[in-house]
């Protein structure tokens, strides 16, 4: 099979996988939690459960949580649950009496209940399951899964009983610190705030009678207003219905169908006009005459008003004079305070003895504070010198650093020698021999005797005659051959003698002529040149003729019937090619290199340089930091932010006098002391009053004008309600002759013509009652805004009472918003019953949250539903996987493997280059092929990107294992190792659980472990079901298709025949 077939091949089984797997992978549905009954054949299964649970005590009730679980697993499941001994549960398990057998210990209760203690340990119980039918294992699994949620809900019910319990308690006690804790308030609230908050509340109200006064004329003048529009239309209508009633006359009978519409109209029109009536304004406006001639003819609430503001005056400028009082007395407090201060904090820094209070305490002063922050420096400035290697001058210059690190290093020694001499301190100890210089010296010996170990050098397959051997080897280097005598001809070239046949070994080891011009950090190659001969015949074109005797048999005479054949010998000329000898000469060559470097280190000698400046850049931290010296500049020299030079207590005292100062006494000042300007406008409210006695008189004087006014319009609006009681009523009639229509029509006529008489004499009276009302209603007006200034100003002094109880509760506020908070938070622990069982059931079961849909009462009803298990898709993507490495093996197998490899340049027979077109159509249409699976098969069950990269590489490492692994077969074992693949396929596909019944499998837990298509098949159904387990056989997988891919370059290194 040529290239180009093999490519074309290879697209079609590549576009047949794309194919297959976009067609055969599909996402599994997810499982409704919505009832439904189905009937399913279920297997038998019972259960024995050994309790030996001996309880323990909690919270003083005696608990036993196994019975308790066996109580909630009897009532929530319907499996078959026996309680036996061990011996019982043992036996029946083996003789399939129970299926499942699970042993409480004795101390089951109280390692469950053990969480609130010291060093708790894990609740521990023990379950066995014998079956040999799949589908009873599987529910065996699944009741002890139910018994894994069912304990987690009954454990977390009780803690959380526990937990709520002690909070009703603190509750109840936090209840009564506060009910204590507010008493004091209440008593400040009752003494002195209360009373000022009730004296400003007298001016609540002050304006209200007014306004309502006001309200009530404007809506008698509203009233009047409307009544304009009724009597406008009732005059307007000035006419009679003579006319009418001759046209009616003449066609009443052409009129007979319109007359029941007329009478419902004029029904109407009687409704709407019997519902006319000024009885509520009269009503409203005698109630009015009757509350002016009672409250405002002389109203006391004038002469209480004027009192009360000739009080107001007098009690208001005591209140500026007590609050004058109490400035005075904060200012003398709080000045006397700071001198207080001053000498506290005096006291404190002189005193550094450090003495024991009278609980055997060392009392803490600033003094002491100081002074224990300055030894505590200079301790740790001493103990990094002391722990610090340091070199001498002439060391530091042999380093391998910049000249500027150098000196860097220097200052840092010229650093210790002034710390030393200023705090009269030793100098420390200097090496001569730096780490790096250490480590150099043993990577030089290790070097040396790697050379000295014997190496060999091998050639085999060698062709003709061995004429000559040498040996290259760099300069300063010497060989010394073991097995062979060995002559020098230079410095570094050295020939061999005594060689001969087709393969030898050449035992030698190196020796370095000088040390110390050794590089250890450059390779040693040793070169092997091996020259040979050899004389072969071949043909040079010309001819030889040669003449060779040859026997014929002659056929015997037909006509003779005794004759017989005879042989006879014939000379006949050969041309023979000629023969000449020739003499190839071949040279073979091989180089060994002799790593030195390999004895190096780089996180070691790293670390030898890192070891060598460690304790200078540490010693150089401190001094930047301590005495703020920039070491880097070549200067020993404290900064003026050196920390050391700050710990000096000589300013202390004014900056601790002046913070406290800024942020108590200030602060004191002015929240505690009134302003000045507050007082001012306290003192301009007295001003006020006597306006408002004006106003009240001027007051009196308009209520007496309103009064007269007033009695002129009631007379009149009683003649309105007269005459709107005494108007005709309209009655419906049948009749259909033309006299009683005449008759009614007339009295309309006339009824009317008296209404609009009447109309028109209210009209004009309303009218003059509504100027007279305007007069009245500015005058209101007018006592109405200056009443409303009095009760602004009366409010404001509120305001300031307002705001002197506001900064006494805040230097002196109680708990009750901390008790509302903690009562709130609490709540749910006496109401909330329904929410705490569906907290229960979440906890103990946080994937199903079901429940708390019901709770939170949502309107939208959401549909709960859970993932089902994909096992499917695994078993469907393995199979592709392995049939398409078992196509791209048989392609190759069924390649031209040798053109594969002569299409690149072949040095050796033997190379590892010649694997390269194989192992590039292997791994090439491997990787391509797990690709494709792994994207399509990704797309289709909806998985991330991030999830189908690492899908992607997974089935990538599982085609290239598969691919490599059948290749080997079928190239070392030809027909035997595809049958083996069939083999592996077939028992791969019996071992698959998702192609049988699960009713009828028996066990075949042997088949399924020797199957290795069974353990790929799980790592790639663990990772579609997102479970755990799958890193670390993706690991394993990696490392088996690394060696399956080095033992496939390994055949393919040699040279095939065609």
Known sequence: MNKKRLTWLGVALLAMTIVISFLGVIKPTPISKTSSEQTVQKSPLKIAVVNEDKGTNYNGENVHIADTLLKSLATSTDYDIETVSRSIATKGLENNTYQLMIIFPSKFSEESLALESTNPSRAVFQYEIKSDKQLVVKQAEQAVIDFKSLFNKDLVNIYFLSIIGNLQTAQSQVSDLVTNEGSALDTYNTKLVNPLISYSQLFAGLGSRPNDLVNTYSTFSKELNHTNDAFTSIVSVDKSYEDEIEKIKSLQESWQSSIDARETTLHNYDEAFSKLTVEQELGQMKALNTYILEHLSEPEVWKDTRDKVNGFNTELSSFVARLRKLNTDIDTTLANYEKTIATAVEESLNDTSGQADKTEEIKQTLGLYFKTLHDTMLSKMDGTIATTHFYTDTTIDSMGLSDADKAYLKTINRFVEWYAEKNEKPLPTTRTATFQQEHLAEVKKAALQQLQTQRSISFSDLEGNITSVHLFVPANYRVNVSNYPVSQVSDTEYTISGLSGTSFTILYNLEVLNPEQMDIFQDVPVRAVVKTSQEVEALSGEQEEKKVPVKVTVPADAEKPDAKPQEIEVETTVSIPKAETKNIARTYSYTDVIPNVSAYAVSQGGQAVYNDVKGYIEVASLAAAFYDMDLQSGKVEPGPSALLSQTDTENLKAIIVQLIKDATISSLKEQLKVPEQDLEQFEAKMTNAEGLVKNIEALRTNTSDLLVKLGATLQETEKVHESIQNKPVFTETEKRENTGLVTVTM????????????????????????????????????????????????????????????????????????????????????????????????????????????????????????????????????????????????????????????????????????????????????????????????????????????????????????????????????????????????????????????????????????????????????????????????????????????????????????
């Open 747 to 1058: 009295d309309i006529n006339k009824d009317l013509s008296r209404l609009m008489a009447a109309s028109q004499t209210l009209m004009n009276n309303t009218k003059s009652n509504q100027s007279v009302s305007k007069t009245i209603e500015s005058d209101v007006e007018k006592l109405s805004t200056d009443v409303a200034n009095l009760e602004k100003e009366g409010e404001s002094l509120s305001g300031r009472v307002t705001e002197l109880k506001t900064v006494m509760d805040t230097t002196y506020n109680s708990n009750k918003d901390f008790l509302q908070a903690f009562s709130s938070v609490l709540s749910n622990t006496k109401t909330g019953n329904s929410k705490n069982e569906a907290v229960y059931d979440y906890l103990s079961n946080p994937v199903d949250a079901s429940n708390i849909q019901n709770v939170l009462k949502t309107t939208a009803v959401t549909k709960v539903t859970t993932a089902r298990q994909d096992e499917r898709s695994g078993l469907l993507i393995m199979l592709i996987c392995y049939l398409v490495a078992l196509g791209i093996a048989y392609l190759l197998q069924h390649a031209d493997i040798a053109g594969l490899q002569q299409r690149l340049k072949i040095t050796n027979r033997i190379h590892w280059k010649n694997a390269t077109g194989p192992m590039t159509f292997l791994t090439g249409m491997g990787a391509i092929a797990g690709f494709l699976i792994a994207a399509i098969a990704g797309y289709k069950l909806d998985m991330s990107v991030g999830q189908i990269v690492a899908f992607i590489f997974l089935l990538v490492l599982i085609t290239l294992c598969c691919t490599y692994a059948i290749n080997v077969m079928l190239e070392k074992l030809r027909s035997l190792g595809f049958l083996v693949g069939i083999v592996l396929l077939l028992l791969y596909l019996v071992t698959a659980g998702q192609l049988l019944d699960a009713h009828y499998v028996s066990s075949a837990h042997f088949l399924d472990t020797l199957s290795p298509l069974s353990h790929l098949e799980k790592l790639v159904t663990n990772f579609i079901n997102h479970t755990q387990g799958w890193e670390l056989a993706t690991v394993l997988v990696f490392f088996v298709t690394i060696v399956l891919g080095t033992t496939n370059i390994l055949i393919y290194r040699k040279v095939k025949e065609r």
